[in-house]
Each structure stands twice: as C-alpha cells, then as structure tokens.
C-alpha cells in the first residue's frame, strides 16, 4: 500500500553527521507510527528511533543524544538526523511503519509491517 523509499545514507567520518530521508507514497503516514531501524553485518535488527503520530519520539539509549527523529506529514516524509556518528553505527538504516504501538515498547520490529528497503550508513573510525 503505502511504499518507503530510504535516501541520505553514505560514507562519514567518526564524529560526522548524516541526515537520513524516508519518503512515503501511494498512501499518508500522517496517522502511522514510524519508526528507524538498522541492521549490521552480523547482528539482528534493531530499533534506532521512532515517533507518533503526534510527534512523540523514543530512542535507543545507543543513540540518545545523538540521533533526532522527525516527521513533517505534509510531505509525507520522515527524517533521522544522525550526529555524533560511531562507528558502530554502521548498518543499513531502513523505515517503517506501524499502526499501532506499544507503550515502553515502541520500536518492536515486529509491530512494524511496513518496511522500505534501506539505506547504507558507513562510520569510519
């Protein structure tokens, strides 16, 4: 129904910033959970960020302080602004969307039915 289309990722620096952008279309997010994920090499899927409907953002405490959710609805668009760049935060990062969630548990990968397809960020220290 609604397809996500990941863009912004690359190659930075330790310490670098990468603005991550997942567009929407053939439907609105403006009433979905959204949420940020990565996946490394080697390592399960984790969740990195998500927000409400209403704007109510929840973190991973590996990138709390550093990486900022958003979500503008008249775009239909969600954004991860990435600062402070690690290394271990090298992983294909990909959103998705939920229709509901939990509270305290917002970012259960299995809440989230709607992927885009990702991607790649790469830290290099």
């Known amino acids: 129904q609604v397809q996500l289309v990941e863009s912004g990722g690359g190659s930075v620096q330790a310490g670098g910033s990468l603005r991550l952008s997942c567009a929407a279309s053939?439907?609105?997010?403006?009433?979905?959970?959204m949420g940020w994920f990565r996946q490394a090499p080697g390592k399960e899927r984790e969740g990195v960020a998500g927000?409400?409907?209403?704007?109510?953002?929840t973190y991973a405490d590996s990138v709390k302080g550093r990486f900022t959710i958003s979500r503008d609805n008249s775009k239909n668009m969600v954004y991860l602004q990435m600062n402070s760049l690690k290394p271990e935060d090298t992983a294909m990062y990909s959103c998705?969307?939920?229709?509901?969630?939990?509270?305290?548990?917002?970012?259960?990968?299995?809440?989230?039915?709607?992927w885009g397809q990702g991607t790649q960020v790469t830290v290099s220290s």
């Open positions: 053939g439907g609105t997010i403006s009433t979905k959970y």
């Open positions: 998705a969307t939920a229709d509901w969630v939990v509270s305290g548990r917002q970012l259960l990968p299995t809440l989230f039915k709607n």
């Open positions: 927000i409400s409907a209403s704007g109510k953002t």
